[in-house]
């Protein structure tokens, strides 16, 4: 059958499972079908679902209480349904009472005359509730945009999304479909948005960004939000990241201020939102806030089996290959063994070199945990105190209240309120800029954003000062201290920091469409003199991988100073905490940490989850969120055990 006619026809048969089911798999099974269908039949699919649609409704519903001591249901062993591996129906040894029969047959009948009628019954597609407007906050996660490529951070909190007034913005343009929804919601399943001014001007604007039109988007901004309409460029951008925003909550709704919650039609990620607008006709937006926020527990995400997660995550990262919105390596290990490895891309476009699991690529803020390693090591040897001052190490520091105040502790939880060092300053003398102290002496006479440890705030500048003391403590020099202290031990062979300019076998060249254009280009002009404390260098999948493996095992510290170099201190605002140089997460209910890094043409992630043993690491040689989105789908369709 057609493919459109028989899409239509699988999504009847999906309409009319329980509404329970349908929030979970829905979405899910439909971009299955899609992506069976591009290549080979899908009347399996549908006889796994008229199976599905028996189990959940005879067995899982409303009629369980009816079947109950007649049929039970039981696991077979090395059996499958399809795309999800079901539970199987096992028949006791009694004969059913008639009865029984009678009710079974009953409902069969019922389930093909509903099908019947499904079958030959219209089906409208789902239009999506748009997504929430002129977002003014960049979508900058720690790691994500403090890189050490220089890309524009203005201290915004990491758990923010959307396009940012002047500041280059981390999205990736793209071709999004519905089918490729990928977080298991539900097909049907929308919110309602209120009958205010600024519910109305909010659904107005969710429909014009999720068209993805630019003339319809444009006409909006100039209508209703004109001081934004200039920044049309980075909202399109932003759609393409996002593949646009399904309305799933609606939040405090009063007549010139709604808010609510959406999420990423092309992702998992959440936001929380909030738009005000003028009291009096005709209502322009004044205010419209989007900020990224940990998955709602009303919004479960369905795990998979790891085989089944491992089957999804190749058709995803496809897919992402495909749009040309990743290209890099991933590998997925548990307990030290990988058990999932590619490299896909060009690590040279201009070469055609393609990229391979030993491709050096440019890790960004990743290697804030390199840092933190070298800190807790001298700590735990007592050549550090976690509560000293910063001038106990540094007497010569150039700010004295910074020097006197701002602890190591501070330093390493991002707390001390010394700020960052990329933006128009940066950009003037990224070439000049060659050891650590030629930062503290452009930087070094700054005072403090606040009082040190009254709040969080990511530091690159922070981490930087953690370089020059491992230098001072241990008269080494940084790039020194972390090859033989951290990099050695560990059997980390392919990463360093070496210069731009000097030639690096197998690294990667990074390609980023920031800063306008259609085209990917090399991201040559953005780079720094070399990778410094607070970010950069290059490393591989493998040798992050080896890294966790150090650190898990105990070769790099003891461990009471692994766990305290991991564990939650500060609450950066969205429920996660930092630790050391890493996040510490709890999503889905399973915990996580690790770091990631990101700039124009390049993205990584590391994420250690303790409790089941697997380790993710995806590196990326374009631009965010590249390989963020690929850590977090794989990372949320695992087993937590």
């Given at each position: 059958m057609a493919h459109s006619f028989s899409r239509s026809l699988y999504r009847c048969l999906l309409r009319l499972h329980p509404p329970s089911f349908q929030r979970e798999f829905a979405d899910e099974m439909l971009w299955i079908f899609d992506e069976i269908a591009a290549k080979q039949s899908t009347l399996r699919l549908f006889g796994d679902g008229l199976v599905s649609l028996v189990r959940q409704w005879?067995?899982?519903?409303?009629?369980?209480?009816?079947?109950?001591?007649?049929?039970?249901?039981?696991?077979?062993a090395g059996r499958d349904a399809g795309p999800f591996v079901w539970e199987h129906i096992a028949v006791p040894e009694a004969p059913l009472p008639v009865s029984r029969m009678i009710q079974g047959s009953a409902i069969a009948l019922l389930f093909l005359i509903l099908l019947s009628f499904a079958t030959f019954r219209p089906v409208r597609s789902r239009t999506l509730p748009s997504a929430s407007a002129s977002s003014r906050i960049p979508h900058q996660a720690p790691g994500h945009s403090q890189p050490n490529g220089g890309a524009p951070s203005d201290g915004a909190a990491p758990n923010s999304v959307g396009p940012p007034a002047g500041i280059t913005s981390n999205t990736i343009p793209g071709d999004h479909q519905d089918q490729h929804a990928s977080s298991g919601e539900a097909v049907a399943a929308q919110a309602e948005v209120p009958?205010?001014?600024?519910?109305?001007?909010?659904?107005?604007?969710?429909?014009?960004?999720?068209?993805?039109?630019?003339?319809?988007?444009?006409?909006?901004?100039?209508?209703?939000?004109?001081?934004?309409?200039?920044?049309?460029?980075?909202?399109?951008?932003?759609?393409?990241?996002?593949?646009?925003?399904?309305?799933?909550?609606?939040?405090?709704?009063?007549?010139?201020?709604?808010?609510?919650?959406?999420?990423?039609?092309?992702?998992?990620?959440?936001?929380?939102?909030?738009?005000?607008?003028?009291?009096?006709?005709?209502?322009?937006?004044?205010?419209?806030?989007l900020n990224a926020i940990a998955r709602p527990a009303e919004f479960p995400m369905p795990r998979m089996s790891e085989e089944q997660a491992l089957a999804a995550l190749r058709t995803e990262i496809d897919r992402q290959v495909a749009a040309e919105r990743f290209a890099g390596a991933v590998m997925v290990s548990k307990h030290g063994k990988p058990i999932f490895s590619q490299a896909y891309g060009f690590s040279d476009r201009e070469k055609k070199t393609p990229n391979e699991l030993n491709t050096r690529f440019?890790?960004?803020?990743?290697?804030?945990?390199?840092?933190?390693?070298?800190?807790?090591?001298?700590?735990?040897?007592?050549?550090?105190?976690?509560?000293a001052s910063l001038g106990e190490y540094l007497p010569d520091y150039p700010n004295k209240d910074v020097a006197s105040k701002v602890?190591?502790?501070?330093?390493?939880?991002?707390?001390?309120?010394?700020?960052?060092?990329?933006?128009?300053?940066?950009?003037?003398?990224?070439?000049?800029?060659?050891?650590?102290?030629?930062?503290?002496?452009?930087?070094?006479?700054?005072?403090?954003?606040?009082?040190?440890?009254?709040?969080?705030?990511?530091?690159?500048?922070?981490?930087?000062?953690?370089?020059?003391?491992?230098?001072?403590?241990?008269?080494?020099s940084y790039y020194d201290y972390v090859r033989d202290h951290?990099?050695?031990?560990?059997?980390?062979?392919?990463?360093?920091?070496?210069?731009?300019?000097?030639?690096?076998?197998?690294?990667?060249?990074?390609?980023?469409?920031?800063?306008?254009?259609?085209?990917w280009r090399p991201n040559t002009d953005t780079l720094p003199y070399r990778g410094t404390s607070a970010g950069g260098g290059y490393s591989t999948v493998e040798d992050l991988q080896r890294f966790t493996d150090a650190l898990q095992n105990h070769k790099l510290l003891d461990a009471h100073h692994t766990e305290l170099l991991t564990t939650g201190k500060m609450d950066t605002g969205n429920g996660d905490k930092y630790a050391y140089g890493f996040m510490d997460r709890t999503q889905g209910g399973v915990r996580n940490f690790g770091h990631g890094g990101g700039a124009p043409g390049m993205n990584g992630e590391l994420t250690i989850y303790p409790e089941s043993g697997y380790v993710v690491t995806v590196l990326a040689n374009v631009d965010p969120p590249a390989a963020g989105r690929i850590a977090s789908f794989i990372g949320n369709r695992l087993p937590e055990k």
């Open positions: 005879a067995l899982r519903g409303a009629l369980r209480n009816l079947l109950t001591g007649e049929i039970a249901l039981a696991p077979v009958n205010t001014p600024a519910a109305r001007q909010f659904q107005a604007w969710l429909d014009a960004f999720n068209s993805g039109d630019r003339s319809k988007l444009l006409a909006f901004l100039e209508k209703n939000y004109p001081d934004h309409a200039k920044e049309i460029d980075g909202e399109l951008r932003f759609r393409g990241m996002t593949g646009g925003f399904d309305f799933k909550k609606a939040g405090d709704s009063e007549a010139a201020k709604f808010s609510g919650i959406l999420k990423e039609h092309d992702s998992d990620q959440f936001a929380r939102f909030t738009i005000e607008v003028e009291a009096a006709e005709p209502h322009h937006i004044t205010k419209f806030d440019r890790i960004g803020s990743m290697n804030k945990m390199f840092t933190a390693v070298s800190v807790l090591q001298l700590v735990q040897n007592g050549k550090i105190k976690l509560t602890t190591i502790h501070h330093l390493l939880t991002h707390t001390g309120g010394t700020g960052d060092f990329f933006g128009p300053e940066f950009d003037a003398h990224r070439l000049e800029l060659r050891t650590l102290q030629d930062y503290v002496k452009l930087y070094g006479k700054r005072g403090l954003q606040f009082e040190p440890g009254s709040k969080w705030s990511y530091s690159n500048y922070g981490f930087l000062l953690l370089g020059v003391i491992v230098e001072k403590v241990s008269g080494q951290v990099y050695a031990p560990a059997g980390m062979t392919s990463t360093g920091s070496l210069p731009e300019d000097q030639a690096v076998p197998q690294r990667s060249v990074g390609y980023t469409k920031f800063g306008g254009g259609e085209t």
